[in-house]
């Protein structure tokens, strides 16, 4: 063959080969599909008894694209589910029995599939091949809705943006899920975590809390968690979690999102530079701030303005609206914990909160959700919830303080809580005084009610309502920085000295001498 023959003849191959080409793309585009390994991974099952159980829980009859494919796996799992034997006579008998059997091809494509494998070697492999094109497929198809709803002018946006959020969720929840872990893997990671802890002398192995007593129980605030702090109104959720928030951000640098949608973000910062400042919160309200309260805000915020606190005051939060907005948090900012202030204000599905059951069932859809994301951004969360009046109908004083049963609109709340906390001031129901005698003014309690990890009890707080903050009880009983200009001021007891608190007091060892034989 001449040089110019061989030339032309490369030409027409290449010439044919680009018609190809373009025919194929006039007639659109393919889906993502891989009908060879389905085949096979089809085949496999029918070769092995044991190859089902090492895909059972990758494939489901949708995920094959071709359909006789998606009739043959689903007789194949309804064997299964009758603990029945796998293999080409059984499927070829089920698939009978159904009336399918003709329509995916008869006996002789079943018994053709086993002929295009050897073995069942590779089947977890090919399965999660075949896994991925669907996902694909699933992705491409939401999208082309998405893009078709956007164009429509009747299309409610919110509407539309509720629906992109779920289908993808549903993509990532339904397809994408952890693989189980062999218990040596398991073990190995919690040694390391031990051995982590091991180094820290502090005892917190979470987002501390700022609060001695309850860092104490709780080792602070733990990933994954979700927390449900509750309490009637006026007992002071808001001012415990900004004070939560203000410590992890400011004395840790933990970066922190506060999710407010019953107070606006200028509010909440105007509580945090009151307790910050510790300038009345009614005077920065009012702004009638003397020169002295300007000069000593202005020295106080400087950590409060560098602190990684990020808040979001959307009103009326839906669920995937706070799932999107969490996941983008994560990834830009690496926050360490979530805080939402309220539970009940938020809506399960929708710009309207509109969606099916009733307000009990979509609480507890939401609750479900909150324990989703923390385990999803392996992150805390805490969130404030409402109680029942059933608090003030209860008779007497001491059967105020709130119980599990008390939580407001679903008992699913109490379920999904890995904690569940109730905020208590005495003092708001006319309680001046405990059992011991002991004042009960400013005094504040956390009753750990639920801990699945851990111990439960009650931890007493100073409520500091001017400032609208909790301290540590302790924080009142600091002692003086400086003297002042008369050389005694200051060195007689005050009139809290005889106050009981909570600091220890030991006796000194200089009282072991005696006076034989003295110190110096």
Same mark, same amino acid.
């Given at each position: 063959?001449?040089?110019?023959?061989? *030339?032309?003849?490369?030409?027409?191959?290449?010439?044919?080969?680009?018609? $190809?080409?373009?025919?194929?793309?006039?007639?659109?585009?393919?889906?993502?599909?891989?009908?060879?390994?389905?085949?096979?991974?089809?085949?496999?099952?029918?070769?092995?008894?044991?190859?089902?159980?090492?895909?059972?829980?990758?494939?489901?009859?949708?995920?094959?694209?071709?359909?006789?494919?998606?009739?043959?796996?689903?007789?194949?799992?309804?064997?299964?589910?009758?603990?029945?034997?796998?293999?080409?006579?059984?499927?070829?008998?089920?698939?009978?029995?159904?009336?399918?059997?003709?329509?995916?091809?008869?006996?002789?494509?079943?018994?053709? $599939?086993?002929?295009?494998?050897?073995?069942?070697?590779?089947?977890?492999?090919?399965?999660?091949?075949?896994?991925?094109?669907?996902?694909?497929?699933?992705?491409?198809?939401?999208?082309?809705?998405?893009?078709?709803?956007?164009?429509?002018?009747?299309?409610?946006?919110?509407?539309?943006?509720?629906?992109?959020?779920?289908?993808?969720?549903?993509?990532?929840?339904?397809?994408?899920?952890?693989?189980?872990?062999?218990?040596?893997?398991?073990?190995?990671?919690?040694?390391?975590?031990?051995?982590?802890?091991?180094?820290?002398?502090?005892?917190?192995?979470?987002?501390?809390?700022?609060?001695?007593?309850?860092?104490?129980?709780?080792?602070?605030? *733990?990933? *994954?968690?979700?927390?449900?702090?509750?309490?009637?109104?006026?007992?002071?959720?808001?001012?415990?979690?900004?004070?939560?928030?203000?410590?992890?951000?400011?004395?840790?640098?933990?970066?922190?999102?506060?999710?407010?949608?019953?107070?606006?973000?200028? *509010?909440?910062?105007?509580?945090?530079?009151?307790?910050?400042?510790?300038?009345?919160?009614?005077?920065?309200?009012?702004?009638?701030?003397?020169?002295?309260?300007?000069?000593? $805000?202005?020295?106080?915020?400087?950590?409060?303005?560098?602190?990684?606190?990020?808040?979001?005051?959307?009103?009326?939060?839906?669920?995937?609206?706070?799932?999107?907005?969490?996941?983008?948090?994560?990834?830009?900012?690496?926050?360490?914990?979530?805080?939402?202030?309220?539970?009940?204000?938020?809506?399960?599905?929708?710009?309207?909160?509109?969606?099916?059951?009733?307000?009990?069932?979509?609480?507890?859809?939401?609750?479900?959700?909150?324990?989703?994301?923390?385990?999803?951004?392996?992150?805390?969360?805490?969130?404030?919830?409402?109680?029942?009046?059933?608090?003030?109908?209860?008779?007497?004083?001491?059967?105020?303080?709130?119980?599990?049963?008390?939580?407001?609109?679903?008992?699913?709340?109490?379920?999904?809580?890995?904690?569940?906390?109730?905020?208590?001031?005495?003092?708001?129901?006319?309680?001046?005084?405990?059992?011991?005698?002991?004042?009960?003014?400013?005094?504040?309690?956390?009753?750990?009610?639920?801990?699945?990890?851990?111990?439960?009890?009650?931890?007493?707080?100073?409520?500091?309502?001017?400032?609208?903050?909790?301290?540590?009880?302790?924080?009142?009983?600091?002692?003086?920085?400086?003297?002042?200009?008369?050389?005694?001021?200051?060195?007689?007891?005050?009139?809290?000295?005889?106050?009981?608190?909570?600091?220890?007091?030991?006796?000194?060892?200089?009282?072991?001498?005696?006076?034989?034989?003295?110190?110096?």
């Amino acid at each position: 063959m001449s040089i110019e023959n061989e *030339q032309g003849g490369k030409g027409n191959i290449i010439s044919r080969k680009a018609r $190809l080409t373009n025919t194929v793309s006039s007639m659109g585009k393919l889906p993502p599909q891989a009908l060879d390994l389905e085949e096979a991974v089809l085949g496999a099952l029918m070769l092995e008894k044991d190859a089902l159980s090492a895909v059972i829980d990758i494939l489901k009859p949708e995920i094959f694209y071709q359909e006789s494919h998606q009739k043959i796996f689903a007789a194949i799992h309804m064997l299964f589910e009758k603990s029945k034997p796998v293999d080409i006579l059984t499927v070829t008998s089920e698939l009978r029995q159904q009336g399918t059997l003709e329509m995916v091809g008869g006996a002789y494509y079943i018994t053709n $599939l086993t002929n295009r494998v050897a073995s069942a070697a590779n089947i977890e492999y090919h399965a999660r091949i075949i896994s991925q094109k669907y996902i694909q497929r699933e992705l491409i198809r939401i999208s082309t809705d998405i893009i078709t709803n956007a164009y429509e002018d009747t299309t409610d946006i919110f509407d539309l943006l509720d629906h992109a959020e779920k289908g993808l969720f549903d993509i990532a929840q339904n397809n994408l899920r952890r693989d189980t872990q062999k218990m040596d893997d398991i073990i190995k990671q919690s040694l390391a975590t031990l051995e982590e802890l091991r180094t820290k002398t502090d005892g917190l192995t979470g987002v501390p809390t700022g609060f001695t007593g309850l860092d104490r129980i709780t080792g602070g605030w *733990q990933k *994954q968690d979700l927390v449900i702090i509750a309490a009637r109104p006026a007992m002071g959720k808001t001012a415990f979690v900004l004070t939560c928030a203000r410590n992890a951000t400011v004395d840790f640098q933990k970066p922190t999102v506060v999710f407010s949608l019953e107070m606006s973000s200028v *509010q909440l910062v105007n509580r945090l530079i009151s307790g910050e400042a510790e300038i009345e919160q009614e005077k920065i309200r009012k702004g009638n701030l003397q020169e002295w309260e300007w000069q000593q $805000l202005h020295s106080k915020i400087g950590r409060l303005t560098e602190a990684p606190l990020l808040i979001d005051d959307t009103p009326a939060l839906n669920i995937f609206e706070f799932r999107a907005k969490c996941r983008r948090l994560k990834s830009q900012y690496d926050i360490q914990l979530v805080i939402v202030d309220y539970l009940q204000l938020m809506h399960g599905k929708g710009e309207n909160g509109k969606g099916g059951g009733n307000r009990e069932q979509e609480i507890g859809s939401i609750s479900r959700a909150l324990k989703s994301v923390a385990k999803e951004l392996d992150v805390p969360v805490l969130a404030l919830s409402q109680l029942s009046r059933a608090v003030e109908s209860r008779p007497g004083l001491q059967g105020k303080r709130p119980m599990l049963s008390d939580l407001r609109e679903s008992g699913s709340i109490e379920q999904d809580a890995d904690m569940v906390l109730f905020l208590y001031r005495p003092e708001y129901y006319g309680i001046t005084e405990d059992e011991q005698g002991r004042s009960q003014a400013g005094i504040g309690e956390v009753i750990i009610a639920k801990h699945r990890n851990g111990e439960t009890g009650i931890v007493p707080l100073r409520f500091v309502g001017k400032f609208v903050k909790f301290t540590d009880l302790e924080e009142d009983f600091t002692a003086p920085t400086s003297f002042a200009a008369d050389p005694s001021a200051g060195m007689y007891p005050s009139q809290d000295f005889e106050k009981q608190s909570n600091v220890i007091i030991r006796p000194s060892k200089m009282d072991d001498y005696n006076d034989e034989d003295p110190p110096f």
